[in-house]
């Protein structure tokens, strides 16, 4: 297979993904992560395992989301692309929260953030620990939630509207 037509497969991967097929947009995506694997393109092959994994998750199969996700973030990591290592550690946190393994989760999101500090991704940065103040606040952990959306929102250059309320809110906290 050459690489345009891996291309066209992850494309048509994308396509069905936003029909809401999440099970053949799932296969097709492991269609190309192998096609690009074969091809010696790890980091294309890392990306679509990641998009295999959240169209795995979307369908309701969690087990699998992690399956897949598991070594990608590495993979990014070794080629010094940490957005994409980030967005690895929140899909891997993500399936970790859908399989109630909680302190898995939160450990995989800190990673997450770990890598969106290293290239200044401060609304991913934001959206992770919040993600991260969900599960504390689930878990009846107030001050933990409260502390970790405000460090998330500190970093933030530019904060959404959304994020503009939250800010006042958490200084009525103090």
Request: net charge neutral; aromatic share 8%; hydrophobic share 50%.
């Amino acid at each position: 297979m050459s690489i345009l037509e891996s291309k066209d497969l992850a494309a048509d991967a994308v396509r069905v993904y936003q029909e809401g097929d999440f099970e053949s947009a799932a296969r097709l995506f492991g269609d190309a992560a192998s096609a690009f694997q074969a091809q010696d393109k790890a980091l294309d092959a890392a990306e679509m395992k990641n998009n295999q994994s959240v169209a795995l998750l979307r369908g309701g199969n969690a087990q699998g989301s992690f399956d897949v996700a598991q070594g990608t973030a590495e993979i990014f990591s070794a080629a010094g692309d940490f957005r994409r290592e980030g967005m690895a550690w929140g899909n891997q946190a993500t399936a970790f929260e859908a399989l109630g393994r909680m302190e898995d989760a939160i450990s995989s999101y800190r990673q997450a953030v770990a890598a969106f500090e290293k290239v200044g991704e401060d609304q991913l940065r934001a959206s992770v620990l919040q993600a991260v103040a969900g599960i504390q606040l689930r878990r009846g952990k107030i001050m933990e939630a409260l502390l970790s959306m405000q460090i998330g929102l500190a970093g933030v250059k530019q904060p959404t509207f959304k994020q503009k309320i939250l800010l006042i809110l958490l200084r009525f906290r103090a």
